[in-house]
């Protein structure tokens, strides 16, 4: 248990489907961060949130739509993906950008059919 | 272009002995390296970490060193246990040019088994 709960576990959706995934941390950090990891790829970066404001976006196709309403919930909005979105995506925080020390949801498994 | 590189995908060590997990950069930007570790079904949980201005750090049985002319950091656990048998990844990120340290670049991990 990292404090940080990742919902729904596992999605399958189709090409034209409209979803979310949801993040919650009960750590009282103040940033948060959604990375994906495809099949024999690396974690990757995807944003970053500080204070609920949106300070990294890396160069995320408009498909993916993240939004952070307080420090403590993040969401990521799915609309129109592609087969190749299938990934594990993974929702982190930390108690601030100034370190690298992340605690990691569990992940929620996209798969787009 | 990866920009960490962890060249061994998997690791296999006996109980007690020493696992030596590896990690290159190519980016000398970077100032600040870490290690995670994941297990199935669980994200990955941070580990070591170290800065740039240190070549050695240790915590219990993991050390991490870091050889910055050589662009390379590596992860000793001494002894190792069946419990560490888990996938591990490398990180690395800057502070320089306003980059946060929370925005990492991950290695590919490496499957450490330790058998009894």
């Known amino acids: 248990e990292t404090g940080v709960t990742q919902t729904p576990r596992h999605l399958v959706m189709g090409m034209t489907n409209k979803k979310s995934l949801k993040c919650e941390q009960h750590l009282g950090h103040n940033a948060m961060y959604w990375y994906k990891q495809s099949a024999k790829k690396p974690l990757e970066l995807m944003f970053v949130y500080n204070f609920k404001e949106q300070t990294e976006n890396n160069s995320v196709p408009s498909r993916f739509s993240p939004e952070c309403p307080n420090s403590s919930h993040l969401f990521l909005h799915l609309h129109t993906l592609q087969p190749e979105d299938s990934a594990l995506y993974l929702c982190?925080?930390?108690?601030?950008?100034?370190?690298?020390?992340?605690?990691f949801g569990e992940g929620s498994r996209l798969t787009v059919l | 272009d990866q920009q960490v590189k962890q060249n061994s995908p998997s690791l296999s060590v006996q109980e007690g002995r020493i696992s030596i997990l590896n990690c290159d950069y190519t980016?000398?930007?970077?100032?600040?390296f870490l290690w995670y570790k994941k297990y199935p079904a669980e994200g990955p949980t941070f580990l070591i970490s170290i800065s740039s201005i240190k070549d050695k750090n240790e915590d219990g049985r993991f050390t991490v060193f870091l050889n910055k002319s050589a662009k390379h950091l590596s992860l000793h656990i001494v002894p190792s246990q069946p419990g560490d048998s888990a996938v591990y990844f490398c990180?690395?990120?800057?502070?320089?040019?306003?980059?946060?340290?929370?925005?990492?670049?991950f290695g590919q991990g490496t499957i450490l088994t330790v058998h009894p």
């Open positions: 990180a690395a990120s800057g502070s320089a040019g306003g980059t946060s340290y929370g925005k990492l670049t």
């Open positions: 982190a925080s930390s108690r601030d950008l100034n370190t690298g020390e992340l605690f």
């Open positions: 980016n000398s930007m970077f100032d600040y």
